[in-house]
């Protein structure tokens, strides 16, 4: 299938990984449909600041639990990335956006007959089941398992893992072209001028000054690297099924020694306490798709220098 380059929708257009998507179609003369939940909000302004984003970039109101809405958006285009999501939660809430608007962004699809729905579901999808075998790396065979998720109140996980499930059987059910893509954690500068809950990460750990931290594996990936393997996934014909999303796979030592060596001004744990049983994604299904990442020092710099200009994140400078 030969997917022609024109008009697409992004839902949840405003956010960390929106806005780069956005941003990365606009420079390759897609006409976007972005939604946000509203328009006029001040968190939204950068969205109209990106190039070609005065030609190219509408923006539509739109609740993924309002049908209509999202309707209005997807209607006249021919791909739809569905990005919108509540991350994280420690709340059940985060059920009911992710699941039923997911359902509404994929009848809508099917109703203005979308030749590809990109879903970008998440590595907790993916990692959290104990039943894996040890010494196997997950790849896309290994699912989160939904009942150890509710056991275990990680309600975000369950999110993740009933949507996207959910996504690629509407896909076999109705014929809609479905491609999912799991990133981790993601980090990289901001274009929005809010925080969000993954940049935290880095942001506390800049300026909490912790005392000690769990030494776990930390799978980075960078927003610009997941930008484009979202446009991978959309444009490569043979794209099909889930695609883990990561770069980088360190300990939490490593990672702060990492930026440390970078910015060794600010006050960095020193303890690290053993973390329980780990297991590691792999990429080497994106990455035969084409995908590669950038260094990760690139990620920091960008990220805490992104901080620092946007002003309202107050980094806090510890001396010893
Ligand atoms: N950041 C990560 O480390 C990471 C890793 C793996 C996967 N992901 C996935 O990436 C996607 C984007 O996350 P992000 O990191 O960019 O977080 P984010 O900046 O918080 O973006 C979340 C977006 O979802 C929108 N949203 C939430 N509930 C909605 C609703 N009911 N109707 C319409 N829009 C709604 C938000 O819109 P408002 O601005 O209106 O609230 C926001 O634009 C999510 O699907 C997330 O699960 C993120």
Known sequence: MALEKARVCVTGAGGFVGSWIVKLLLSKDYIVHGTVREPSDEKNAHLYKLEKASENLKLFKADVLDYNSVYSAIVGCTGVFHVASPVPST?????????????????????????????????????LNPS?????????????????????????????????????????????????????????????STLNSSSLVLVKLLNEGYETVENKLRMIVDVRDVAEALLL??????????????????????????????????????????????????????????????????????????????????LRKLTF
């Open 91 to 127: 709340t059940v809430e985060v059920i009911e956006p992710a699941v039923k608007g997911t359902l509404n962004v994929l009848k809508a699809s099917v109703e203005a007959k979308i030749k590809r729905f990109v879903f970008v579901s998440s590595g907790a999808a993916v990692g």
């Open 132 to 192: 894996w075998p040890k010494d196997r790396v997950m790849d896309e065979t290994c699912w989160s398992d939904k009942e150890y998720c509710r056991t275990t109140k990680n309600w975000y996980c369950l999110s993740k893992t009933e949507a996207e499930s959910e996504a690629l059987e509407f896909g076999k059910r109705t014929g809609l072209d479905v491609v999912s893509v799991c990133p981790t954690l993601i980090l990289g500068p901001l274009l929005q």
């Open 233 to 314: 996934a959309y444009e490569k014909p043979e794209a099909e099924g889930r695609y883990i999303c990561t770069a980088y796979i360190i300990r939490a030592q490593e990672f702060v020694d990492k930026v440390k060596s970078i910015y060794p001004n600010y006050k960095y744990p020193k303890n690290f306490t053993e973390p329980g049983e780990e297991r590691v994604l792999t990429s080497e299904k994106l990455q035969k798709l084409g995908w590669s990442y950038r260094p990760l020092e690139e990620t920091f710099v960008d990220s805490v220098e992104s901080y620092k200009k946007a002003g309202n994140l107050k």
